[in-house]
């Protein structure tokens, strides 16, 4: 893919984003926007991309900081895009369906969208303006981001959240959405991706899921929105090893690696020489476990665009399980002097045409 550009590549939806490109090896360019905008490095950053996705904006504050910060995040980017000599193709803005709305926000999303499609149309560029439902997604940002996360955040520690108001809410996860801003997948795919759920309802789902987890068991995920929901509640977790339960006797021990309650798999298991590493990589929707049988190894971890790095030495003495979270770059070394047997198991079956195992050092 060409070079893109961004504003708001710091945010929620950005990180996802971001996370999406790296599949075909395309970093952004984030382009501060508000006070911190500089002309002369969004310029740079324009005229060097393709692709331009304009993703900054204001949900929160006094109606005057919401129509004030949306208008003026467009009007800034708009106005480099008219000015460099060479345009991005296609412009891409990250709107809300609030936009259809007669309230502040969705007035100040709209007044943006006119702002940056009278630019792209000025340049000769193709403008897409993106109207996402409510987003979801791995490492929201809990009474903030979306109701998702502050479930997940809740059940992940041990509470029960309760429905204050229900409502029908129009569900999309954010690897979607990012797949839809990177041109990816047809925005005209929005509404076979997008699921229908009450606020009670997705409680439900999402307390059930993590009942099963939190008792050692793989839920039910062969339905795509269930993963997905599946992979945003273990993004709260990503601390937690596993502990498995190992039933010895005179002829030895006898530990079971997962108990999965529906949909595919598939188990392998791998060899490693001291001293060796395997993976490098991680998984934008697959569900992976790790389990050493035997020897030592260190697994690592590395939440994708941050310095955040998680460290779990396993023995398979006392065997455990590391769950790879999605987007988190990983890896496992053989740091014992014997050969280490580790068993994985993926929540799908390999498919080497869409294999979802993007390169990525830790």
């Known amino acids: 893919m060409s070079r893109v550009a961004m504003t708001g590549g710091d945010g929620f939806l950005g990180w996802h984003t971001q996370c999406a490109l790296r599949e075909s090896g395309t970093d952004a360019a984030d382009i501060p926007v508000g006070g911190f905008f500089d002309e002369t490095q969004a310029a740079g950053a324009i005229e060097a991309s393709s692709r331009f996705i304009h993703l900054a904006g204001v949900n929160r504050g006094s109606d005057d900081e919401v129509e004030t910060g949306n208008v003026l995040f467009a009007q800034q980017v708009a106005d480099v895009i008219r000015q460099v000599d060479n345009p991005p193709k296609t412009i891409v803005y990250s709107n809300s369906i609030q936009a259809t709305l007669d309230n502040v926000y969705g007035r100040a999303k709209a007044r943006a969208a006119d702002i940056l499609g009278a630019a792209a149309s000025a ?207 990983h890896n496992i070394t053989n740091i014992g002097l014997n050969t280490l047997f580790t068993v994985f198991w993926a929540n799908d079956l390999f498919d080497p045409n869409r294999p979802d195992t993007i390169p990525e050092v830790v």
Request: hydrophobic share 40%.
């Open 123 to 329: 340049v000769g560029a193709d403008f897409l303006d993106v109207r996402f439902p409510n987003l979801f997604g791995e490492h929201g940002r809990p009474f903030y981001n979306a109701v998702t996360a502050t479930f997940c955040h809740l059940l992940a520690e041990g509470d029960q959240p309760t429905v204050q108001v229900d409502k029908e809410l129009m569900l999309l996860h954010a690897q979607d959405a990012a797949d839809i801003l990177i041109g990816e997948r047809s925005q005209d795919n929005m509404p076979d991706l997008t699921v229908q759920e009450s606020v009670s309802g997705l409680l439900r789902r999402l307390t059930s899921l993590a009942k099963n987890y939190r008792e050692g068991e793989i839920p039910d995920i062969a339905d795509r929105f269930d993963r997905n929901l599946f992979n945003t509640y273990r993004s709260y977790l990503v601390t937690q090893p596993i502990i498995l339960k190992q039933q010895a006797d005179r002829r030895g021990g006898f530990v079971e690696m997962i108990r999965n309650q529906g949909g595919p798999g598939q188990s392998s298991f791998s060899t490693t020489r001291p001293g060796i590493v395997r993976g490098n990589h991680f998984h934008r929707r697959k569900v992976e476990r790790f389990v050493v049988v035997s020897g030592q190894a260190r697994i690592t971890l590395r939440k994708l665009l941050t310095d955040k790095v998680m460290v779990f030495d396993v023995d398979g003495e006392s065997p455990i399980a590391i769950d790879m979270p999605t987007m988190w770059a």
